[in-house]
């Protein structure tokens, strides 16, 4: 059965930083490209971040609205994805969620930013 | 960035009905759409892959069509676990971006 489960998610006040990981079993991830996508409180879905594996030189691709405040990283010993976000802003407030390219999804993580 | 607009924003239905959601892609994205829908408690789940593919699992009252800049979604026959939210998305280039979303609700 495949899994994800993202953690780390929260209230944070604007201009702090927060730190998402994405814990997944049941698919081969060392040969997957896993995607971080957000929802906003308004149901919008919007592609955050990429990051493709190791025979891809582990390649990552940011969106422009994030480009810069996050950064995508992975261990496969861990099967696991991270998205380390700095400098939040109040936009920044959906619920994130980690996929391999859309495939699979977690429940997501809740992310709030606000003073 | 290539941006989507689905149709419509909402929908009510009976069970039993046929449906059809539309998206409208800003540029042709040579087929490569996905559906998704997702469930109130959040779940997302695969429907559709590259405009007419269903994903493993998924009942055959899904299909999808569509070539160039519009696509669409059809329910045959509206089954009760069906009334749920249902995006499209491209990947023909970077961004990948999503339509809007289509509510799906019972009548």
């Known amino acids: 059965e495949v899994q994800l489960v993202e953690t780390g998610g929260g209230l944070v006040q604007p201009g702090k930083s927060l730190k998402l990981t994405c814990a997944t079993s049941?698919?081969?991830?060392?040969?997957?490209?896993m995607d971080w996508v957000r929802q906003s409180p308004e149901k919008q879905l919007e592609w955050v971040a990429q990051?493709?594996?190791?025979?891809?030189?582990?390649?990552?691709y940011y969106a422009e609205s994030v480009k810069g405040r996050f950064t995508i990283s992975r261990d496969d010993s861990k099967s696991s994805v991270y998205l380390q976000m700095n400098s939040l802003k109040e936009e920044d407030t959906a619920i994130y969620y980690c996929?391999?390219?859309?495939?699979?999804w977690g429940q997501g993580a809740s992310v709030t930013v606000s003073s | 960035d290539i941006q989507m607009t689905q149709t419509p924003s909402s929908m009510p239905a009976s069970l039993g009905e046929r449906v059809t959601i539309s998206c409208r892609a800003s540029?042709?994205?040579?087929?490569?759409l996905n559906w998704y829908q997702q469930k109130p408690d959040g779940t997302i789940k695969p429907l559709i892959y590259?405009?007419?593919n269903l994903q493993s699992g998924v009942p055959s009252r899904f299909s999808g069509s569509g070539s160039g800049t519009d696509y669409s979604l059809t329910i045959s026959s509206l089954e009760p676990e069906d009334f749920a939210m249902y995006y499209c998305?491209?990947?023909?280039?970077?961004?990948?971006?999503f339509g809007s979303g289509t509510k799906l609700e019972i009548k």
């Open positions: 996929t391999p390219g859309g495939l699979f």
């Open positions: 049941g698919f081969t991830f060392s040969n997957a490209w």
């Open positions: 990051i493709k594996d190791k025979s891809n030189n582990y390649a990552t």
């Open positions: 540029q042709g994205i040579s087929n490569y």
């Open positions: 590259y405009t007419s």
């Open positions: 998305q491209q990947y023909d280039s970077s961004p990948l971006t």
